[in-house]
């Protein structure tokens, strides 16, 4: 299933996007699209059954606002320089483990709303990423099968970053990760059942119309059930947390000078095989 939320931040609506295109309303069926939802069999099996059946009613989708998939997230725990390219273009080691840190959930936004570029800054940038969001509760788990299982769901996210903030102004990444609207996420939600094989996706991302970004996950340095079973060993992960797995080359930061960082009137678009597109345009903060 691909389920979404729809409307006005901060009263979006549950959705499902049907076979054919068309727009559901899930809010007779179920309050929201959360970790609560994903976590209850029995609540997600009256969500397919009602979209098995064909009789929600359809929402015209023109003009409507696409929130991000996932209310009232806990956390989001991203993973750096996890794909051997990447790792290249920027002159670092490929990594013995992860590469973890940190977002906060109110960077999330929908998957078409503004980004905003931080005051100050002169070094935004671009990752097109594949967030796994998790449905059942995962502490200790033995293997990267386990890690899997423990997944609801694939969604594309947009792990924006200043590098400035985050290489050269002391501390951790997190200065550089954590700017108001730094991380778009969705359109949708698209159940585990239809990503049989998440190291078989293509990430594609293009600034102003020209590619940038154009890799697999195919080339990530830990796969994504790795990633999970890793970090719950160091933290208990919940339903509806959102784990982003790594970005692909063609980031600006690896790219000769002068380095063609974001600024205010550029558009981003990012897309994950299956997983939906996203368009941003940027302002200043």
């Given at each position: 299933?691909?389920?979404?939320?729809?409307?006005t931040?901060?009263?979006e609506?549950?959705?499902?996007?049907?076979?054919?295109?068309?727009?559901?309303?899930?809010?007779?069926?179920?309050?929201?699209?959360?970790?609560?939802?994903?976590?209850?069999?029995?609540?997600?099996?009256?969500?397919?059954?009602?979209?098995?059946?064909?009789?929600?009613?359809?929402?015209?989708?023109?003009?409507?606002?696409?929130?991000?998939?996932?209310?009232?997230?806990?956390?989001?725990?991203?993973?750096?320089?996890?794909?051997?390219?990447?790792?290249?273009?920027?002159g670092?080691?490929?990594?013995?483990?992860?590469?973890?840190?940190?977002?906060?959930?109110?960077?999330?936004?929908?998957?078409n709303?503004?980004?905003?570029?931080?005051?100050g800054?002169?070094?935004?940038?671009?990752?097109?990423?594949?967030?796994?969001?998790?449905?059942?509760?995962?502490?200790?788990?033995?293997?990267?099968?386990?890690?899997?299982?423990?997944?609801?769901?694939?969604?594309?996210?947009?792990?924006?970053?200043?590098?400035?903030?985050?290489?050269?102004r002391?501390?951790?990444?997190d200065?550089?990760?954590?700017?108001?609207?730094?991380?778009?996420?969705?359109?949708?939600?698209?159940?585990?059942?239809?990503?049989?094989?998440?190291?078989?996706?293509?990430?594609r991302?293009?600034?102003?119309?020209?590619?940038?970004?154009?890799?697999?996950?195919?080339?990530?340095?830990?796969?994504?059930?790795?990633v999970?079973?890793?970090?719950?060993?160091?933290?208990?992960?919940?339903?509806?947390?959102?784990?982003?797995?790594?970005?692909?080359a063609?980031?600006?930061?690896?790219?000769?000078?002068?380095?063609?960082?974001?600024?205010?009137?550029?558009?981003?678009?990012?897309?994950i095989?299956g997983?939906?597109?996203?368009?941003?345009?940027?302002?200043?903060?």
């Amino acid at each position: 299933m691909k389920l979404l939320r729809v409307g006005t931040a901060g009263a979006e609506r549950p959705a499902l996007l049907d076979t054919d295109g068309n727009l559901r309303d899930l809010s007779d069926v179920v309050p929201d699209i959360d970790g609560a939802l994903l976590a209850d069999d029995a609540a997600m099996a009256r969500v397919r059954a009602a979209a098995e059946v064909g009789d929600l009613p359809v929402l015209d989708a023109a003009g409507v606002r696409i929130g991000a998939p996932v209310g009232r997230i806990g956390k989001v725990v991203c993973i750096g320089l996890n794909y051997h390219d990447h790792a290249q273009e920027t002159g670092a080691r490929p990594p013995a483990e992860p590469v973890v840190f940190l977002k906060a959930a109110d960077t999330v936004v929908g998957p078409n709303d503004t980004v905003l570029v931080p005051r100050g800054s002169v070094r935004t940038d671009w990752e097109v990423e594949l967030a796994a969001v998790i449905g059942r509760t995962a502490r200790y788990l033995d293997s990267p099968e386990d890690g899997l299982a423990h997944v609801a769901g694939y969604a594309v996210a947009h792990d924006v970053s200043e590098r400035e903030f985050q290489m050269d102004r002391g501390g951790t990444w997190d200065k550089g990760k954590n700017c108001e609207t730094f991380n778009p996420l969705g359109p949708w939600l698209v159940t585990a059942d239809e990503v049989p094989d998440p190291q078989k996706l293509g990430l594609r991302l293009w600034v102003n119309g020209e590619l940038k970004q154009d890799g697999s996950t195919a080339e990530q340095i830990f796969s994504v059930g790795e990633v999970v079973r890793y970090l719950s060993h160091f933290m208990t992960l919940y339903p509806g947390d959102v784990v982003s797995t790594g970005t692909p080359a063609g980031v600006a930061f690896g790219q000769p000078e002068p380095k063609p960082y974001l600024r205010p009137g550029d558009v981003v678009e990012l897309e994950i095989d299956g997983l939906g597109r996203q368009r941003q345009e940027l302002r200043g903060a």
